[in-house]
């Protein structure tokens, strides 16, 4: 596949400087949905201000993610087990079904341990990446203008008009019983918009961050004491004027910046089934490339906390368990997890159905890859996750009186009647939606990410039987995908927000990508792309607000 050259990424620089600044250009579909500007930096001590603290950070992230890939690669020197040099050998891939050692190298062929205590060394060195990261993302955050970054952390999660769901469940929510009996009933009201497209999930959480608050005076001490005192003197102003409902106990607003903390968290935990998921698709030294990529998203930052963050958690840990061979019991184990943990995910937002249509379409690529062979394994695993998912839905409905196929039938039909009363023009929205994709997630990662399911489509059409490698077949799968979402017109706006969920897909094609780069090249090529996505989000997250306040 082609290197992104130097010409290359300073284009992709120029485009996101020019598309986010030009005040003439809609982010969006004018008259329909579009997102707006922040106001340009304000004097030289505004931009200091808001741009110092992230360059500072970014320049320590990108020295945490060099420093922990050069330990990486002596550990893989030590146990003499160069994931550059595996092959693709279907066969031992499938005898060995293996994941006895975690973190080791690609299912593309033999496998091997790390040295001795590696795994505690490598879990370490995720554990810095994931600090790096939390503290990455605030920076970034800390980039918009001040009445915005004071202002968002807990207002956008309070705000009927871009959640509701903890207004709802503080002063609505007096039975969680009754509210679940009703909810089927409440979703036939024809609401269209986060409240009649969503399951009962988001609404459960917020409920769970404010019974753990009220019972906790521990916890509400801990949550005061992290808390900024900026944010919270600017949420009481904003409340104030709103006047949405009472104004929020000490233990109520703790609740909500619980619920807040946990939307960032959810984002850098991510990491954990992302390293997982491309350590078996690309090998353990591209994982850990592919991970440090993960928090310069500019997606993340700009949407910080809303619930869509959560889902890229929920959706990766899924594909984590249910993609990587295993020993028999093993694998048994993973899918009934990874079935239990699409469920949940499903209680959250029905976002998780594309993960559903992923899985399928990488069981039917990899049974090409293997001949076959892996078919009845990967169908076995699919079956029996898709069952345990079932099995859980049938159990929350008996257990909680609350029918939940039907709560899903009911949300998809809500978001059906949304373009019913909210007019789309379906051409204009095709071309939109992949160009916001894009700049969402940073126009390098995507040009990366379009080489490899270029090159994975053209492996998966002109190539047979063990021809076709697994991160191969996954891009495929993930590509096919994100095309018939795309084309089926079901989110006609806001695709850089509802699309969070399949961020990480794009960056195991990265990931690909850069281990068919040349081996001498492949560490500046990695460099590179990191440098230009921490500016490039740098850049998004200080001009675009994901929000109207």
Known sequence: ????????????????????????????????????????????????????????????????????????????????????????????????????????????????????????????????????????????????????????PLWVLYDPGSSGYFLEAAFHMDSVDAFLEEYEERMQQGDVLHVGTHPPGLFLLAKACLTACESSPLMVTCLETIRSQTQADAFRYVESEARFGPKLLPTQLAALQLLSLLSTLAVVLTIIPLAVLSNWLVGRQTAWMVTCLWPTLPCLAIFLPKSDLLFPLTCTIVLALAVPLRSHWKSGACAVLAGMTLFVGLTLSLAHLPVIALLGAYVAFHAIRTRGAALLADASRMILMLATTVVAALIFSRWANCDIFGIWKWNLTNHEAFYGQHSRTYGKWLLVNPAELAFAVGLPVFVA????????????????????????????????????????????????????????WLLIAVGLWLRHQPRPDQSSQWQRLLLVQLLLCLVVVSQVSGFLF
């Open 449 to 504: 990410a379009v080489l490899a399911f270029r090159h994975s489509a053209v492996a998966l059409i002109r190539r047979h039987s063990a021809g076709l490698k697994s991160a191969e077949a996954f891009c495929a799968a993930a590509m096919v995908t994100i095309a018939v979402l795309w084309l089926s017109g079901k989110n006609q706006g806001e695709a850089a927000r509802l699309w969070c969920f399949l961020t990480p």
């Open 1 to 152: 596949m082609k290197p992104l050259s130097s010409r290359t990424l300073i284009a992709c620089i120029a485009v996101t400087t020019t598309v986010v600044t030009a005040s003439t250009l809609p982010l969006g579909v004018a008259g329909e949905w579009t997102w707006t500007r922040h106001v340009w930096f304000q004097g030289a001590y505004d931009l200091a201000d808001r741009i110092a603290p992230a360059v500072l950070v970014g320049l320590f992230y990108y020295v945490v993610a060099a420093w922990g890939r050069r330990r990486i690669v002596a550990w893989i020197a030590e146990s003499q087990g160069d994931d550059a040099n595996v092959t693709d050998d279907s066969e031992s891939a499938l005898q060995a079904f293996s994941g006895d050692t975690a973190f080791a190298d690609n299912g593309e062929g033999t496998r091997r341990p790390l040295p001795a205590g590696g795994l505690i060394k490598l879990s370490g060195l995720y554990m810095v990446l994931m600090a790096a990261a939390y503290c990455w993302l605030l920076a970034a955050q800390h980039s918009a203008p001040m009445i915005h970054r004071d202002v968002k």
